[in-house]
């Protein structure tokens, strides 16, 4: 059975990609590795539309932005964290375990922070060293409207202004010098099309002056360290070679394509999967829709397990299941990174199957013609 | 040009073993990957030999030893250091970072810690709460006697035994349970061959129970989480899947060969290379010879850039230099993880032709044919 992977991280990884990435290791302190980390850092800063640099880091997303509490900030620090799901509330803990002092916006799963709830945030805490955003929340889909939030905290604090960009960067329009963006952080196994190890972490001026102030211990995850070596294109500790390798080959694709036309491919792709659940009799969960993942009401009447297993078992499709209180209720297709259209009609034509096998009733092929529509209207 | 590594990290990958890596992805959240995780924790048990977990973290070696320092101990705690090179000197800074007491044993680069500099720690600081070791100091390639040092700290203290199995594990004689070990880290791209981006850590019983008194705050390497999704195979934070991937198929190779031949065939490795080394009339470095590393002495009259710059660049050969004080003045040739027996031979022919056109006097001929030699009287 041919299997595909609709999931959001872990994404599809190119095929010339996996083969590049299978290529004899080479050393890391080594004239070839400092080459294409030289391409690296450059391709980077493209991806993110920013001067400043982007730190690549050997952990996984959220080690990512733990460094950026742990090098920003101190014990006692005031921080505002939108929590609007599994990840924003992750980041309402972390700096907690560091003794921060954190303001939290409770927001709605499927919903996002507005400017009101940020704004009186700020009123009500105008000594906040930063504000945390989670741009695409994987577990609801949600979009946070960033470029407005950033310029509403620049215009009324001095935050900075942090941004999870996990499951956004290279899905989502990002601009991070225009929008006056401090920090963000992203993920390999996302909208850069690699499997998962490596963070990338842009930093603004603003955000490397606050390091100096920085009283929390760290080690590992000193961006004060990383800038040093970044510098030299090199790295603190030993990098995961053959994911940065990767990364390299994945960041050509995408100055190859345009950065702006990978954003206009997600959008249009994400419109396609909506017309084609919603075409299917399915309700769609997020009020304020990503780009990156699309998640979905179980329909009434169809048994969540069930489903999944025939979705997997006989068309080889692995998509997400819903988190926490909406686990068995929703379920989640990501559409981020390596995906074309025909993909999209590819996973609505399963889907419609699925459903039907499943005893979900609506008019067969009703789906995959609103895909087909949504497609061609662009 | 063929290329050929002999750095102690990254080592060579199996062919199998990157095409393995080189497969589409799965996702981690899903039974395909629980069955490949609950091999590896399994497999993992075998490497180390121990029946106590042995966690999987996505980071470098550095970042798993700072995992056992954030989880296990609390500020003021006094930690036993030996240092003989540049990682005993970052397990010294470390956990002074961490607001620990450390107590360092100094060590002169290329030798190792003696029983009576131990004792003589343990006594004068009878509250210690760990000692660290660093088994095979990939700097200068000397080798600790973990096993002795391991039984003399267990008899004269309540001081943790851990142990940085770096560039060891895979290579030497590791028996964690047998030998009383509380702690021991290792990478994936030394003894288990494998790109660099995952760090395995082993714990002890009485290590479980020193994470609950640890007062030092901890999110992304928190040992206890670790444990309590290691219960489950599954990890707290998105593993670097493609890795775990490979560690599998890598693991399974060790198993076929079966651990005592592994480390039978390091000991016999670095035997030959050692004589080849010195049948050509160079000195070697260490006093204490890691089966891992064989840092050997720049011959006097031979320019270590011009060296360098051959082997590399007509032979295509890649080793390791000295560091800080050593740099120009050793070089080091790896024979860890995927080498067999005329691995060794080339490395010494190739490093024969160089050392002539380098001008040092020698009879060529003389490092193979000693090489040849102890390969023989095996």
Known sequence: MKKRLFTPGPTPIPETVMLKMAEPIIH?????????????????????????????LTCSGTGGVEATFVSLFSPGDTIIAANGGKFGERWVKMPKVYGMNVVEIKVEWGKAPTEEQVLAALKANPDTKAVYLVHSETSTGAATDVKSLAKLIRENSNALVCVDGITAVGAHEVRFDEWGIDVCVTGSQKGLMIPPGLAFVAVSK???????????????????????SY????????????????????????REEGIENVWARHRRLANAIRAGVVGAGLKLFSEFPSFAVTPVWVPEGVEWKQFNKILKGKYGITIAGGQDDFTGKIFRISHLGYYDELDMITMIGALEMTLKECGHVFEMGSGVKATLNALMAK
């Open 28 to 56: 890391h302190r080594n004239p070839e590795f400092n080459e294409i980390l030289t391409r690296v850092n450059k391709n980077l800063q493209y991806l993110f539309q920013t001067e400043q640099p982007v730190l690549t």
């Open 206 to 228: 603003r955000a490397v002056e606050a390091m100096n102030s920085s009283k929390l211990p760290k080690f590992y995850f000193d961006l004060k360290k990383a800038l040093k």
């Open 231 to 254: 510098a030299d294109n090199d790295t603190p500790w030993t990098p995961a070679v053959s994911l940065v390798v990767g990364v390299d080959a994945a960041l050509q694709k995408i």
